[in-house]
């Protein structure tokens, strides 16, 4: 069977490898053997396809899908941008999920102890999917910086973790969103795991005015790029011949 | 001629759950969360229970990982465009996709699926056996994990399949789920050893 939906080959120096040190989780988690390379078939060209119709009308309010008679507290924000591949053009129509601590750094979360506490309006995640040309927006409030067992004086700093799909189970990605001037970010044992300065640069959001709401709420944009598809426009010739 | 370059990975870290499983984290928020049962009354196929842990470098089980599936219909059909097998009935039921957090205590995940057919393979390849793929993140993972689970009660299959034959024959057996009968009906067992002796294969797909 040709497979016409084949993705561009991973340029892993863009990304974290499996063993840093410096990110203490890693060390045993980390497998030894090096990945084995695969042919895409149609496993790995497929992927899950969502409905607009299975999420709901405030999945992608965090101020309010989890407001129980109150909003959040912490700095209200927009985060929009456009999901994209290797080639530039947009990814229509895919799953995008994201999660956060609240303004303090608490996650609502059974095994975060941290002692900031819990914000009773806040859940921290969201969900939609993007539209035609890959855009999308989501509203929340700034996440909070957080300690975390790493050594013992390791701070996060704010970030939104962020999971996409794609269009095919190849361009499946979990990320973090770090924000602008954000001083903690160079010390941070895990994107310290990224080796590539400029690729760590890469998720750091900007802080956007044009799509700030007057009186009501900062913005940062942060666009996203997924793999790429093979160029097949000679073999699309051929067979079109 | 990319003229971007791809994102780069991040853990997921322990919370995980929070986002795509918020259940398991202690809250409920959205009306359809996306869950570990993939089958519905009227999907096709036999029933079958997938579980297994997620085991570290010490033999330790990972109990903050999450791991998600990815699979053909009964028919060997995936639930895609890009899947143009038409000579394969099409299962409006099922979907394919699941995701399963491993329990905090225990460390298993649990899937609740249907047993896929075999998949066509790539030109000029024999198909390929019935298999479920495998997606994995969790604190620690830098860059998310992929793998296959093969059935080890379909042997001639297997012994064909293109994917499996790319592997060192030492190490095949960490792909292949050992199936036991128990009264609630099949269930295939399949531990994912991240490193260290018997390290389960990964791809780079
Ligand atoms: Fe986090």
């Known amino acids: 069977m040709a497979l016409d939906d084949e993705f561009l080959q991973r340029d892993l120096s863009q990304h974290p490898p499996a063993l840093t040190p410096g990110y203490r989780s890693s060390v045993l988690r980390a497998p030894r053997a090096p990945l084995l390379s695969l042919d895409a078939t149609l496993s790995e060209v497929t992927g899950p396809v969502f409905r607009a119709d299975e999420l709901g009308p405030l999945d992608h309010d965090l101020i309010r899908n989890y407001a129980h008679g109150g909003e959040p507290i912490g700095e209200r924000i927009i985060v929009h941008g456009r999901v994209m591949d290797e080639n530039g053009r947009g990814v229509p129509h895919t799953l995008l999920e994201v999660w956060q601590a609240n303004a303090g750094g608490r996650y609502r979360h059974v095994n975060d102890r941290y002692l900031a506490p819990v914000d009773p309006n806040f859940g921290g995640c969201g969900r939609c999917l993007t539209d035609e040309t890959g855009a999308y927006v989501f509203r929340t409030v700034k996440p909070g910086a957080y300690p975390f067992r790493n050594q013992i004086n390791s701070w996060r700093p704010a970030h939104i973790h962020f999971s996409l799909f794609g269009s095919g189970l190849a361009q499946r990605l979990i990320t973090q969103m770090y924000f602008e001037g954000d001083p903690l970010i160079r010390n941070d044992a895990i994107a310290g795991t990224i080796p590539d300065a400029s690729a760590v640069d890469r998720l750091v959001a900007r802080l956007d005015m044009n799509a700030a709401v007057p009186l009501d709420c900062l913005a940062y944009r942060f666009d996203i790029v997924l793999r790429g598809r093979r160029q097949t426009l000679f073999e699309n010739k051929l067979q079109g011949a | ?205």
């Open chain 2, 1 to 205: 001629m990319s003229s971007f370059r791809e994102t780069p990975s991040q853990t997921a870290g322990p919370y995980v759950h929070i986002g795509l499983i918020p259940r398991q984290a202690g809250f409920a928020i959205y009306e359809r969360e996306l869950g570990n049962v993939l089958v519905s009354p009227t999907t096709r196929g036999e029933r079958i229970r997938i579980e297994g842990r997620v085991l570290d470098g010490i033999g330790a089980p990972a109990r903050d990982a999450l791991v998600e599936l990815w699979q053909a219909n009964a028919d060997g059909r995936y639930a895609h465009p890009a899947d143009k097998q038409e000579s394969k009935a099409q299962d409006l039921q099922f979907r394919g996709f699941g995701r399963a957090g491993t329990h905090f205590e225990t460390g298993l995940f649990v899937f609740e699926t249907i047993k896929p057919g075999p998949v066509a393979g790539r030109a000029g390849q024999p198909p390929m056996a019935p298999h479920v793929n495998l997606w994995l993140v969790a604190r620690g993972i830098n860059l998310g994990l992929a793998t296959r689970m093969y059935f080890a009660d379909e042997e001639a299959a297997n012994a064909r399949d293109p994917v499996l034959a790319l592997v060192e024959p030492m190490r095949r057996p960490t792909l292949i789920a050992r199936r036991e009968d128990r009264a609630e009906g099949p269930a295939y067992v399949f531990d994912i050893r991240l490193q260290g002796e018997a390290e389960t294969v990964f791809f780079d797909v």
